[in-house]
């Protein structure tokens, strides 16, 4: 390895900092002689900061995200590997081995590791809702495959994963219980019943609920009277994940301010779970991140190919100065703050709810160097 000094770093032939972009995120964030300002050092002591992460990152293989992850998150979560459908393909089948590589991930790192998820209406294959012969399963059936299913995820990395998103998406946008194959079959006892046994197999993880849009008036309603309702009853749940799949403009700060605060007067620990802004046009008339909600696209909907305008980058940076300052208020209840995805090249919202669009809704851009979003994020910690 050839290095020089000057101008550049030249590591060899072609190769300089310029096309290394996950050190360049770090060399970057070096004013002369100092050490890096580092997203989970600006936040230690206030609370974890976070990270989905895709097989490629955990594995090692992408140079770009990969040195981000190490560098500036001290929490990871899976962003598909834990779900039942890659877990759990068939009845008799459990393909562990890249949840495996995602956990060793994280020890290595030294990391909080996080479950996601158990109970799930989406990237849950029809099977688990069937019996042998494809006719619906009955409630005790599928409770005992809910059961089954928890002890052995959530056994396998007992006392390795620190918490789990136990029940995901329960809700209807009105509030009320989604009707799910979970909820039709079993009856609404399932998601207390999601927790006993996720409480059973690994007694020390925090259990969480998981869920989008509660900043919304009737969903936060719908939500707060099922978390009441599960407390009442002695349900062993720790806290919940407001997933903040937020667009610029909505929620409002004082919205996310207000949703943050009607959980943890229930006592319950609040996080910030998939958090990301979409910078796009809307392609639907509704503001969900149910995932089954796909829109067709047009270059219109598409208006950043070529990048972002700087205007944008400070509207984007404004919004997460507005976001984390309102999370910073309410550290006392927050245990983490958890970004869906690392640069903006391989965010899930380059494909949702329209496929093949170009977006920017994280930190760290398609070349992994930090954006002025990055700064608003790291000076709303000072604000603390
Ligand atoms: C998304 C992943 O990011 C995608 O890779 C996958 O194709 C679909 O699911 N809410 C959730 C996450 O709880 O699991 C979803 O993740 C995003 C919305």
């Not at 219980?177 to 020390?204: C, L, N, T, V």
């Not at 940076?317 to 507005?322: G, I, L, P, Q, V």
Request: glycine share 8%; proline share 5%; net charge neutral.
């Amino acid at each position: 390895m050839k290095m020089q000094y000057g101008s550049d770093f030249v590591f060899r032939q072609g190769w300089s900092v310029k096309k290394l972009p996950g050190l360049l995120a770090v060399v970057c964030l070096m004013t002369q002689g100092q050490t890096p300002v580092t997203l989970k050092s600006a936040y230690q002591g206030v609370f974890h900061i976070g990270a989905a992460i895709n097989q490629a990152q955990f594995e090692e293989r992408d140079q770009r995200a990969t040195p981000i992850i190490i560098s500036q998150f001290d929490t990871i979560s899976p962003e598909n590997v834990l779900k039942w459908g890659p877990v759990h393909p068939a009845k008799d089948t459990y393909n562990f081995g890249p949840a495996d590589g995602y956990v060793a991930f994280g020890e290595k790192y030294g990391m909080m590791v996080m479950g996601h998820c158990l109970v799930w209406h989406s990237q849950t294959p029809d099977w688990v809702f069937q019996d042998d012969s494809g006719k619906p399963l009955v409630r005790e059936a599928l409770l005992e495959r809910m059961h089954d299913h928890i002890k052995t995820v959530v056994g396998r990395y007992k006392g390795r994963i620190a918490g789990w998103d136990v029940v995901n998406e329960a809700l209807n946008d009105d509030g009320t219980m989604r009707q799910s194959p979970w909820f039709k079959i079993i009856g609404d006892d399932y998601i207390a019943k999601a927790f006993e046994f996720a409480h059973e197999a690994d007694p020390k993880a925090r259990l969480y609920y998981n869920d989008y849009s509660l900043e919304n008036p009737a969903k936060r309603k719908g939500a707060v009277e099922l978390m009441k309702k599960l407390k009442g009853q002695g349900v062993p749940i720790t806290g919940i994940g407001l997933q903040g799949h937020n667009k610029l403009e909505v929620p409002s700060a004082q919205a996310e301010s207000d949703t943050i605060e009607a959980f943890s007067a229930l006592g319950l620990e609040v996080n910030i779970s998939e958090l990301d802004v979409d910078v796009l046009p809307r392609t639907t008339n509704q503001n969900s991140a149910d995932i089954s909600a796909t829109a067709a696209g047009g270059a219109a909907s598409n208006p950043y190919v070529a990048g972002l305008p700087d205007e944008m980058q400070a509207t984007l940076a404004k919004r997460y100065a507005d976001l984390f300052a309102v999370f910073v208020k309410h550290r006392k209840d927050m245990g983490r703050v958890t970004f869906w995805g690392v640069t903006d090249a391989n965010s899930w919202l380059n494909n949702f709810p329209t496929r093949g669009r170009t977006n920017y809704p994280l930190l760290f851009d398609r070349q992994g160097k930090p954006k002025p979003a990055f700064d608003a994020v790291v000076n709303a910690a000072h604000a603390k």
